[in-house]
């Protein structure tokens, strides 16, 4: 009786485990605008199309049921042609709480991809961690990027 009162318990125990894991995991899903703020773009001397850019840029998160966030970030790509590597730091700001994250991507083509690996968060994101991605979108506007985001965001069980 003892043994079986044990394995009942740890079959107890395991499944609370594993729920209160899943409970912490979110995939958050949306179309994201940037536009630049204070965006510096440099040329190099001497190198045709060699171009060194950094700043602060904004953006507006937009979810398929109409939820919105927004995104405050420093950007910073070294690009040949259009073409080369990007990173930088978002601020994501939701009615529930904030993501912060580091990124890094490339762009080829005129596309960029990259991945997230996020840092921390606030409110219902507090001591958040996790990976997401980046995409870009067919984009119709000018002056703006169009961004497909996917972050698989993970907090502290409760």
Same mark, same amino acid.
């Given at each position: ?11 107890? &125990? ?14 958050? !899903? ?8 204070d965006y510096k773009v440099t040329e190099a001397t001497n190198? !045709? ?12 998160? /937009? ?7 927004? *995104? ?23 009615? !529930? ?10 762009v080829k083509e005129g596309r960029s991809n990259g991945e ?7 409110? &219902? ?16 506007? *000018? ?8 972050? /698989? ?6």
């Open positions: 009786m003892r043994k079986s009162l044990a394995v009942f318990l740890s079959g107890v &125990a395991l499944i609370m485990a594993a729920s209160t894991a899943l409970a912490g995991e979110q995939v958050l !899903e949306f179309k994201l605008v940037t536009k630049p703020i190198i !045709e199309g060699q171009t060194v850019a950094s700043g602060r840029l904004f953006g507006v998160a /937009v979810f398929k049921d109409g939820r919105i966030g927004v *995104k405050e970030f420093v950007n910073s790509a070294d690009l040949l042609k259009g073409t080369g590597p990007f990173y930088g730091y978002s601020t994501y700001t939701f009615e !529930e709480g904030s993501i912060t994250a580091r990124y890094t991507g490339s997230y690996t996020i840092l921390s968060g606030t409110g &219902a994101y507090a001591n958040a961690t996790g990976t997401g991605s980046i995409e870009s979108a067919p984009n119709p506007f *000018k002056g703006v990027n169009l961004l497909n985001i996917k972050l /698989v965001v993970k907090t502290p069980g409760t």
